[in-house]
Nanobody, 123 residues
Framework: QVQLVESGGGLRQAGGSLRLSCAVSGRTFSYYAMAWFRQAPGKEREFVAAITWGGGATYYGDSVKGRFTISRDFAKNTVALQMNSLKPEDTAVYYC????????????????WGQGTQVTVSS
């Protein structure tokens, strides 16, 4: 089992920055690809970013490319999402997820999920 706990959500104005963190505990952290998804009210869960086991490859959704950066810290067992140039359309609950299958952009490929953290961007 893997346990994921997100933190760092909050309220920002458009153009601002926010850094989310996901604390990972349980089974060996290095065997999992990690990702961030988000879900706005009334919408489907959307892929944001993913990173490979070793941290050498990353993958981003089109709506966040060039603005968001995913990273992982093996020493601290955490995954971070740095969000810059925030837009009102980034408002959503952000979820951390872990996959045994490797890099993927669909929710069904991910085996473990955190409880989510709210990000609100005002115009």
């Amino acid at each position: 089992q893997v346990q994921l706990v997100e933190s760092g959500g909050g309220l920002r104005q458009a153009g601002g920055s926010l850094r989310l963190s996901c604390a990972v505990s349980g089974r060996t952290f290095s065997y999992y690809a990690m990702a961030w998804f988000r879900q706005a009210p009334g919408k489907e869960r959307e892929f944001v970013a993913a990173i490979t086991w070793g941290g050498g490859a990353t993958y981003y959704g089109d709506s966040v490319k060039g603005r968001f950066t995913i990273s992982r810290d093996f020493a601290k067992n955490t995954v971070a999402l740095q969000m810059n140039s925030l837009k009102p359309e980034d408002t959503a609950v952000y979820y951390c997820a872990a996959s045994r299958q490797g890099l993927a952009s669909t929710p069904r490929e991910y085996n473990y999920w955190g409880q989510g953290t709210q990000v609100t961007v005002s115009s």
